[in-house]
């Protein structure tokens, strides 16, 4: 009887798992805890009360749980933890106990705002003695499979949440279950689950987001690789197209919203760097996500962008099957209009890769382009005024920079609104029409010359390549206006432009403040200075001499002294003051003294992408890669998609030649013929497989040089008669080429 009773169980204890666990071992017969573990883990009644803890956790216990990268600065620990801090204190839900007078309540009430009242150490050991069992593994499963939908009707229908935080309990535990991804889950017992679990409220997925923060990297990669296996599986066993949209799977929408907790636990528990630009508005976010993502971040002012390294790489998110069979112009059109109705992955950016993000982009950008037009051709009729439909500029190749700034300024001035048509770029007595090349050509132009060190605007350095904003520069803030709408319509207008800066221009342009951190390619030679500064074991005052008084070189090469504080040269740098010397001396480099340049170039380019997805899409590092391209020229991938017309095909004897020539080039000239044939020497986001290039005959033999229609990625290639006759054709076609005017 007494034996009957122990079994009779209605929720577990990790000391009550043992106990059963070892009458079953002596008698030989596991069936009476497959039981227990069947009647526990399929209620959700038994499992919130299971393996309750009634004290916070230690210190110890969170350290255990966290796992924080050992390599890191202590400072830099105490600050991302601080930061956290601030996030998991705001709105959120208190784990408060139920009035249904359940295990340790008193002590339950003591725990913190993000604590759950789990013992998660003693859920994993647990599960790590029970699992090696089949038997008692597929009790687990089989429960799983009972409890799921009961918990999506509670979630849905009842409003448990709301009553009893401690619910969140079930899911923490059964999220601990290290099987969750294997082949037997995946079927059924996993995608029920997800579907429970991305019916839990904002407030509780805010609260579970800030409690796997505190996780190890490997238990937030395991996770992750949970959803992202039930992903993979569904999308390569159904045959998703522009009929069967995976938009309509229940089980990829259910593990991509529970996917995007861990995404958020995964920022929320990396590094976090909370300096903003103090002018710069809250990023646009569209409405449908606005609460998620408040919620998700703690209402505290942190966003993804805040995260300088997650305790995952943000490119394990990404699912790329999933990516092969979005048909993206549906998906923008949920993201954007029926919300409501229909899921968007693009509500998920992280799980998109830079090219579908990139498409979707495009999408919103030419429906802009064609709204534009569209108001223009109503307004002429109502008004009977003759508008361009299209953003105009006719400008002189010699005068580029005064013709384009004249007419932008203009625009920005009268109607900013005509940024957001089509470009449409006109030079003077050439008889070009721009169906794209022309733009792409005006771009490259008006960056050579913007760009030009002569011209004083930014400065060049020779050891990193990268260009930076001139502080002492006599040019006025139009012409750095000019710069940013430049880069704002060429990714408006999806052009590649060969501009070099380091990527804390892109952090700034995203809302960001720069730090030190960000010297380390901004201004190595700096950067190595002041580090050598903060670890000199010696005493700085005596040995180095240094004031809070620096100096900086105009550009008839005069000193320039700037206080970093008042009557900073006659406050010397200390071993207990350095930290800030370094601090107020990177802001001055980074923010302060370009702060005039900065502000004029990020006014530019918000006017063209201001009510774009831009900065909600894309990462610093991807907004880099849509506006330069990529630097990696895989010509083996452009073979492999170029398309013949006119006669030729891949297995044609000069498309042969034609190949084996362009692989033997050298670096210089690969990019010199992909100027030639696209209007720019960088590959598109995701390579040169992206890159639509078609190889048209153009004749027989003859001494006339190859074209191109770079507006269409056409290479037009006459049938010569020898390959040393192609190459010298060849290069002497992209070597020369420039302009649009007609021979």
Same mark, same amino acid.
């Given at each position: 009887m007494?034996?009957n009773?122990k079994?009779?169980?209605?929720?577990?204890?990790?000391?009550?798992?043992?106990e059963?666990?070892d009458?079953?071992?002596? /008698?030989?017969?596991?069936?009476?805890?497959i039981?227990?573990?069947?009647?526990?883990?399929?209620?959700?009644?038994?499992?919130?009360q299971s393996?309750r803890?009634?004290?916070?956790?230690?210190?110890e216990?969170?350290?255990?749980?966290?796992?924080?990268?050992e390599?890191k #600065?202590?400072?830099?620990?105490?600050?991302?933890?601080?930061?956290?801090a601030?996030?998991m204190?705001?709105?959120s839900?208190?784990?408060?106990s139920?009035?249904s007078?359940?295990?340790?309540?008193?002590?339950?009430?003591?725990?913190?705002?993000d604590?759950v009242?789990?013992?998660?150490?003693?859920?994993r050991?647990?599960?790590?003695?029970?699992?090696?069992?089949?038997?008692i593994?597929?009790?687990?499963?089989?429960?799983l499979?009972?409890?799921s939908p009961?918990v999506?009707?509670?979630l849905?229908?009842?409003?448990v949440?709301?009553?009893d935080?401690?619910y969140?309990?079930l899911?923490?535990?059964v999220?601990?279950?290290s099987?969750?991804?294997?082949?037997?889950?995946?079927?059924?017992?996993l995608?029920?689950?997800?579907?429970?679990?991305?019916?839990l409220?904002?407030?509780?997925q805010?609260?579970?987001?800030?409690?796997?923060?505190r996780?190890k990297?490997?238990q937030? &990669?395991?996770?992750?690789?949970?959803f992202q296996q039930l992903i993979?599986y569904?999308? *390569?066993?159904?045959?998703?197209?522009?009929?069967?949209?995976v938009?309509?799977d229940?089980a990829?929408v259910?593990? +991509?919203?529970?996917l995007?907790?861990?995404?958020y636990?995964?920022?929320?528990g990396g590094? @976090? #760097?909370?300096?903003? %630009?103090?002018?710069?508005?809250?990023?646009?976010i569209?409405?449908?996500s606005?609460?998620?993502?408040?919620?998700?971040?703690?209402r505290?002012?942190?966003?993804t %962008?805040?995260?300088?390294?997650?305790?995952v790489?943000?490119?394990e998110?990404v699912?790329?099957?999933?990516?092969?069979?979005?048909?993206?112009?549906?998906?923008y059109?949920f993201f954007?209009?029926?919300?409501?109705?229909?899921?968007s992955?693009?509500?998920?950016?992280?799980?998109?890769?830079?090219? +579908?993000?990139?498409?979707?982009l495009?999408?919103?950008?030419?429906i802009?382009?064609?709204s534009?037009?569209r108001?223009?051709?109503?307004y002429?009729l109502?008004?009977?005024?003759q @508008?361009?439909p299209y953003?105009r500029l006719?400008?002189?190749?010699?005068h580029i *920079?005064?013709?384009?700034l004249?007419r932008?300024?203009?625009?920005?001035?009268?109607?900013?609104?005509d940024?957001?048509?089509?470009?449409?770029?006109?030079?003077?007595?050439e008889?070009?029409?721009?169906?794209g090349?022309?733009?792409?050509e005006?771009?490259?132009?008006?960056?050579?010359?913007?760009f030009?060190?002569?011209?004083?605007?930014?400065?060049?350095?020779?050891?990193?390549?990268l260009f930076?904003?001139?502080?002492s520069?006599?040019e006025n803030?139009?012409?750095?206006?000019?710069i940013g709408?430049v880069?704002?319509?060429?990714?408006?207008? %999806?052009?590649?432009?060969?501009?070099?800066?380091?990527?804390v221009v892109? &952090?700034?342009?995203?809302g960001?403040?720069?730090?030190?951190?960000?010297l380390?390619d901004?201004n190595?030679?700096?950067?190595?200075s002041?580090?050598?500064l903060m670890?000199y074991?010696g005493?700085?005052?005596?040995d180095?001499?240094?004031?809070?008084q620096?100096?900086?070189t105009?550009?008839?090469?005069?000193?320039?002294?700037y206080?970093?504080?008042e009557?900073?040269?006659?406050?010397?740098?200390?071993n207990?003051?350095?930290?800030?010397f370094?601090?107020q001396?990177?802001?001055y480099?980074?923010?302060?003294?370009?702060? /005039?340049?900065?502000?004029?170039? &990020?006014?530019?380019?918000?006017?063209?992408?201001?009510?774009?997805?831009?900065?909600?899409l894309?990462?610093?590092?991807?907004i880099?890669? @849509?506006?330069?391209?990529s630097?990696?020229?895989?010509?083996l991938?452009?073979?492999?998609? +170029?398309?013949?017309d006119?006669?030729?095909?891949?297995d044609?004897?000069?498309?042969?030649?034609?190949?084996?020539?362009?692989?033997?080039?050298?670096?210089?000239?690969?990019r010199l013929f992909?100027?030639?044939?696209t209007?720019?020497?960088r590959?598109?986001?995701?390579g040169l497989g992206?890159l639509?290039m078609?190889?048209a005959?153009?004749?027989?033999d003859t001494?006339?040089?190859?074209?191109s229609?770079t507006?269409f %990625?056409?290479?037009?290639l006459?049938?010569?008669?020898? /390959?040393?006759?192609?190459r010298?054709? @060849?290069l002497?076609?992209?070597?020369y080429a420039?302009?649009?005017?007609?021979l």
């Amino acid at each position: 009887m007494e034996l009957n009773h122990k079994f009779k169980v209605t929720y577990l204890t990790e000391e009550k798992v043992y106990e059963i666990l070892d009458i079953c071992g002596e /008698k030989e017969d596991y069936s009476p805890l497959i039981r227990v573990i069947g009647r526990v883990f399929s209620s959700a009644e038994g499992l919130v009360q299971s393996f309750r803890r009634s004290k916070p956790h230690t210190k110890e216990e969170l350290k255990s749980l966290q796992g924080k990268d050992e390599d890191k #600065d202590e400072d830099e620990k105490e600050a991302a933890t601080a930061s956290a801090a601030v996030a998991m204190e705001e709105d959120s839900p208190a784990s408060s106990s139920s009035s249904s007078g359940r295990l340790g309540d008193s002590d339950v009430q003591k725990l913190g705002p993000d604590e759950v009242s789990v013992d998660v150490e003693a859920v994993r050991r647990v599960y790590e003695r029970l699992l090696s069992n089949e038997k008692i593994e597929a009790a687990f499963l089989n429960a799983l499979v009972y409890l799921s939908p009961n918990v999506e009707c509670d979630l849905t229908y009842h409003n448990v949440y709301s009553r009893d935080p401690n619910y969140l309990n079930l899911f923490v535990i059964v999220m601990e279950n290290s099987n969750l991804h294997s082949p037997e889950y995946l079927e059924i017992a996993l995608p029920q689950f997800c579907k429970a679990m991305s019916k839990l409220p904002l407030a509780a997925q805010a609260k579970l987001a800030r409690l796997w923060s505190r996780y190890k990297a490997e238990q937030i &990669r395991r996770m992750v690789e949970t959803f992202q296996q039930l992903i993979t599986y569904k999308v *390569i066993s159904n045959e998703f197209n522009s009929r069967n949209l995976v938009n309509d799977d229940d089980a990829v929408v259910a593990a +991509t919203k529970c996917l995007k907790i861990v995404y958020y636990a995964n920022v929320l528990g990396g590094d @976090l #760097d909370m300096e903003h %630009n103090e002018d710069e508005d809250e990023e646009p976010i569209p409405e449908s996500s606005e609460l998620t993502l408040q919620e998700l971040l703690g209402r505290s002012g942190i966003r993804t %962008n805040d995260c300088r390294r997650p305790l995952v790489l943000f490119e394990e998110f990404v699912n790329e099957p999933l990516n092969e069979v979005l048909e993206m112009d549906k998906d923008y059109t949920f993201f954007k209009v029926e919300t409501e109705n229909k899921f968007s992955f693009m509500t998920c950016p992280f799980i998109l890769n830079a090219v +579908t993000k990139n498409l979707g982009l495009y999408y919103d950008n030419r429906i802009r382009m064609y709204s534009e037009r569209r108001i223009t051709v109503l307004y002429s009729l109502v008004q009977g005024q003759q @508008l361009n439909p299209y953003l105009r500029l006719k400008v002189r190749r010699d005068h580029i *920079i005064d013709d384009a700034l004249v007419r932008l300024e203009m625009i920005a001035m009268e109607n900013p609104a005509d940024l957001k048509k089509q470009l449409y770029v006109e030079f003077e007595g050439e008889q070009g029409v721009d169906e794209g090349g022309v733009s792409k050509e005006f771009f490259q132009l008006v960056v050579e010359e913007i760009f030009n060190p002569d011209i004083g605007m930014f400065t060049y350095d020779e050891r990193t390549r990268l260009f930076w904003f001139n502080p002492s520069s006599f040019e006025n803030d139009g012409q750095y206006t000019l710069i940013g709408i430049v880069l704002g319509l060429a990714i408006y207008n %999806n052009c590649i432009l060969d501009v070099h800066f380091p990527m804390v221009v892109y &952090r700034k342009l995203m809302g960001k403040k720069g730090t030190f951190r960000d010297l380390a390619d901004a201004n190595p030679v700096l950067n190595q200075s002041l580090k050598e500064l903060m670890e000199y074991e010696g005493s700085v005052e005596e040995d180095m001499m240094i004031t809070f008084q620096i100096s900086q070189t105009d550009l008839f090469g005069n000193a320039l002294m700037y206080d970093l504080r008042e009557n900073g040269d006659k406050i010397p740098v200390t071993n207990d003051n350095r930290k800030d010397f370094i601090s107020q001396y990177t802001d001055y480099i980074l923010n302060k003294s370009v702060e /005039k340049q900065f502000k004029a170039f &990020r006014r530019g380019f918000h006017m063209v992408t201001n009510e774009s997805p831009l900065k909600y899409l894309f990462r610093p590092e991807e907004i880099e890669l @849509l506006i330069c391209g990529s630097r990696n020229l895989d010509f083996l991938a452009l073979e492999e998609t +170029t398309e013949y017309d006119g006669g030729y095909n891949r297995d044609s004897r000069i498309i042969k030649e034609f190949w084996e020539t362009l692989h033997s080039f050298g670096e210089d000239q690969k990019r010199l013929f992909l100027q030639f044939t696209t209007g720019t020497d960088r590959a598109p986001v995701g390579g040169l497989g992206k890159l639509k290039m078609i190889i048209a005959k153009n004749g027989p033999d003859t001494d006339r040089l190859p074209t191109s229609h770079t507006c269409f %990625n056409v290479l037009l290639l006459p049938e010569y008669n020898s /390959k040393e006759k192609l190459r010298e054709r @060849l290069l002497k076609a992209i070597t020369y080429a420039k302009g649009f005017g007609m021979l």
